[in-house]
């Protein structure tokens, strides 16, 4: 496997698996745009993913109602794909369906505009996400529509996963874009996702955040910084680890909810 520069990648997935399990945590795999990505690419890039890593002790399955255990994986941009090619792979029925062979899986298509859950259903994912953490941006990502985005998928026996995030401001890089910048406002806006995520029932939360400071969706340790190009947003005045805590209280919130749910 190599980036797109041509680096082979698979002793840095590995590393980040063996870091992975040291601290409990499961890894599963996004799998975003590439060239030619299609059915048939699709089928032998998670054929390829579950040979390689499948049998570590850090790679995420899913545990479906029937008991069965399956690797989760988020797919990008699935709208860039017609629905019909997705179904090649994803349907029972397709040319080259990957369901019923050791490679199957949960398969989560990325919701953005409304009339991508019909897609997504027609395509045979086995649910969406909304991956952008910027309430407003988009129909998937506004807080407003994840009830009714439910009620859907629980209608048509589908996964929901939406995406929450601490804030958004990208100014620094794309200074047009300042229209969908989101504060912080001190946590407040990360756990009003969580606490809208947690009303409308949902089966997993995605958290869309990395370590691309110049984004601000980072969540790690962080004391104020300032470069020559821009002054990054900080913590204060909160301690550094704000975000984890706020992180931690609402995924055992998450689980208690569930439980009851369950019940």
């Known amino acids: 496997m190599k980036d797109d520069n041509g680096e082979p990648t698979d002793d840095l997935v590995l590393l980040i698996m063996d870091i992975a399990h040291k601290y409990q945590v499961k890894v599963t795999f996004h799998i975003e745009p590439y060239k030619g990505r299609d059915d048939l690419s699709m089928f ?38 017609s629905p019909e090619m ?19 899986g949960i398969f989560i298509g990325l ?16 649910g969406m996400y909304t991956y952008f953490a910027t309430n407003g941006f988009s129909y998937g990502s506004s807080h407003r529509n994840w009830k009714s985005i439910k009620r859907f998928c629980d209608s048509k026996n589908l996964m929901f996963i939406p995406s ?7 100014t620094s890089i794309r ?3 300042f229209h969908n910048t989101r504060h912080r406002i001190n946590g407040k806006y990360y756990e009003t996702a969580f606490s809208a995520a947690l009303e409308a ?3 997993i939360v995605s958290i869309t955040s990395f370590n691309e400071w110049h984004e601000g969706t980072q969540i790690e340790k962080a004391v ?15 301690k550094p680890s704000i975000y984890l805590d706020i992180t931690r209280k609402w995924a055992e919130r998450f689980t208690k909810e569930r439980e009851k749910w369950l019940i």
């Not at 919701?111 to 086995?126: C, N, P, Q, R, S």
């Not at 104020?224 to 005045?237: F, G």
């Open 44 to 81: 032998n890039n998670i054929k390829y993913i579950v040979e390689k890593y499948g049998d570590h002790p850090a790679f995420y399955r899913y545990k479906t109602n029937t008991g069965l255990l399956h690797p989760l994986f988020y797919v990008y941009d699935s709208y860039l794909i």
């Open 111 to 126: 919701l953005v505009e409304e009339k991508h859950k019909t897609g997504i259903l027609t395509a045979g994912f086995d």
């Open 86 to 104: 997705w179904a090649r792979l994803l349907k029972d029925t397709g040319q080259h369906s990957i369901r019923n062979t050791p490679y199957d």
């Open 201 to 203: 029932r949902t089966d």
């Open 175 to 177: 200074p047009w874009n």
């Open 224 to 238: 104020p910084k300032t470069s020559a190009l821009n002054t990054y947003q900080d913590y204060l005045p909160h």
């Open 164 to 170: 929450v995030g601490p804030g958004y401001i990208d």
